[in-house]
């Protein structure tokens, strides 16, 4: 095998493990959701985003706790409730039950500052309704010590 | 030459899925029919269901979307997708790394967020890259290496093989692109010099073929049409079959094999191994949509893809050895028309250009190998056909920019629509 050839290697190598150590904790998380739609605005001009099944989202690790205003979708008084449950990092952190189309909030203490940046919120929702729609959330909001 | 082309072909293909998703022109890549390809890899390394039920829990509150094609089965409410398991298994190793970096990257591992999103989309890309090359192989056993080189860039320019690399690159076509032809490899090495590797191989293809989207078994005649010309070239080759029957039943006993666990997950959701799961929606074989799916300007293959006229012409042009494929790719060509035409719906639903022969450009590929070839014979011919297949380039990436931007309807484009927004792009 050729110096060059060798060289190309070990350069390659290097990149991998760079990135690699680069992913395990990259700033643009914090930015970065998953299964919430495009942003809309309520009659009361609260910014929301619907989700159908499961959605995640992250908040900084430095954070004490997190409001999350969360509202499931009725299209009749006689559909069923829909049940939601929180987790942080896979964690189960709460578990509502949403059973009229009333904005409800949940507020969730954070453990302490991991070694990560952020900690990741996923929400998930027993039903959808129609056009896979099953509850809105509105802006969380990270509330620091 | 033409080994550059495929690199300069990797790298616009990756410098357009970059621009495609950057710019925000296109939603996720596991959507609409890529959803149902790929919704098989979370069930089954994720939540360990095959059933599917699992990750529509998690995924959408226990019922798929609608686009999906995904129904329950009438009597066991088990799932059925209309989308077989090829796809998903061709997808799996660049899931897995997609799996891994999102435990690493503390991501949600529910098969949707980001990486597995774009693990998906750059599957495609590569298998793209990877049919480019082994076409490149077909090709370059009777062409010299400039006329593949321009074949190559004609059938990725020229088509919308580009944008089933890019824009829409989770649907089943690039996939179907890269097995086509190495179909076509491993058959012309068959019947050159028969060997175990090579039936077993041509069984594996064959299985995954079936596997990705099952109509294409279709394409299989090319195994026992090779060669054949006229009554003397079909018994010689009949004759070549049965001397080589243990090899032959070794590749059908290896594509038996790939087949097998999708009629399993067919048993296993309706208690049979063969349905439809299309319901009532079907083909209407005494009612097909023959001008429409050739010429139309809602999804004509020769209206969006003209370049494909040429391959055409050049098919019945094909001399040498090449011309071992006319009769398979004719019979192909003319079924497989009449398959898509005869579909309920023979749009294929949204798409640039008619997605349902992007398959069989490899096929199209020898007709326009042998049509440069034949003009670059002559210096005036030469010159016609580069200027007619640059037009032709030029006018399909256009085209393929317009879908884009939004400018073309993703489907049922009118004359007045065409007109309105022709060599426009806002």
Known sequence: MSRLRLGAIAFAVLGLFAALAYLRDPPWLLSMTSGLREERHDPADRTFR????????????????????????????????????????????????????????????????????????????DRTRADQRAVEVGEWKSIRP | MSRWVVRVAAAICAAGYVFVYASGRAGPPIRSDGFSYYVYLPSWFIYHDSSLAAVAEDCCGGQFPD?????????????????????????????????????????????????????????????????????????????????????????????????????????????????FAAFMDLTERWHEN?????????????????????????????????????????SVTAARLRRHRQLVAAAVATAAIIVAPQLALYYQATGRPLVSSYGELGFNFLAPQLWGVLFSVQKGVFFWSPILLLAVAGLILTRGAARNFLLPAVTFLTVNTYLIASWFDWQFGGS?????????????????????????????????VTTICTALIALSLFQMLQYWNGVLPFSDTTWPQYRAAFLRLK
């Open chain 1, 50 to 125: 619907t989700m159908a099944g499961h959605a995640s989202f992250f908040v900084p690790t430095d954070a004490a706790s997190v409001e999350i205003p969360l509202r499931g979708v009725f299209e009749s008084e006689k559909d069923w409730p829909i049940t939601v449950t929180i987790a942080i990092d896979d964690r189960l952190a709460d578990r509502l039950t949403l059973t009229d189309a009333s904005w409800r909030v949940s507020t969730l203490r954070l453990p302490p500052p991991s070694r990560r940046r952020v900690r990741r919120i996923d929400i998930r929702a």
């Open chain 2, 67 to 179: 686009f999906t094609a995904i129904i329950r089965w009438p009597g066991t409410r088990q799932w059925v997708n209309a989308h077989p398991i090829g796809v998903a298994i061709m997808q799996a190793p660049l899931f897995l790394v997609a799996h891994a970096l999102t435990r690493w990257s503390n991501l949600s591992a529910d098969g949707f967020t980001f990486y597995y999103q774009h693990a998906a989309g750059i599957a495609g890309l590569a298998w793209v890259i990877a049919g480019l090359w082994v076409l490149r192989r077909v090709l370059l056993r009777h062409f010299p290496d400039r006329i593949v080189a321009a074949t190559l860039a004609a059938v990725l320019l020229g088509t919308n093989l580009l944008h089933y690399a890019t824009y829409d690159s989770s649907y089943s076509h690039p996939y179907s692109f890269f097995l």
């Open chain 2, 194 to 234: 028969p060997t175990w590797r090579t039936s077993v191989l041509l069984g594996l293809v064959g299985g995954l073929i079936i596997l990705v989207r099952h109509t294409n078994a279709l394409f299989l005649v090319f195994f026992p049409l090779y060669g054949v010309a006229n009554a003397t070239s079909m």
């Open chain 2, 352 to 384: 640039f250009g008619h997605r349902g022969f992007v398959d069989a450009l490899p096929v199209f590929a020898i007709g326009l190998a042998s049509l440069f070839s034949r003009a670059a014979s002559s210096v005036a011919a030469r010159a016609t």
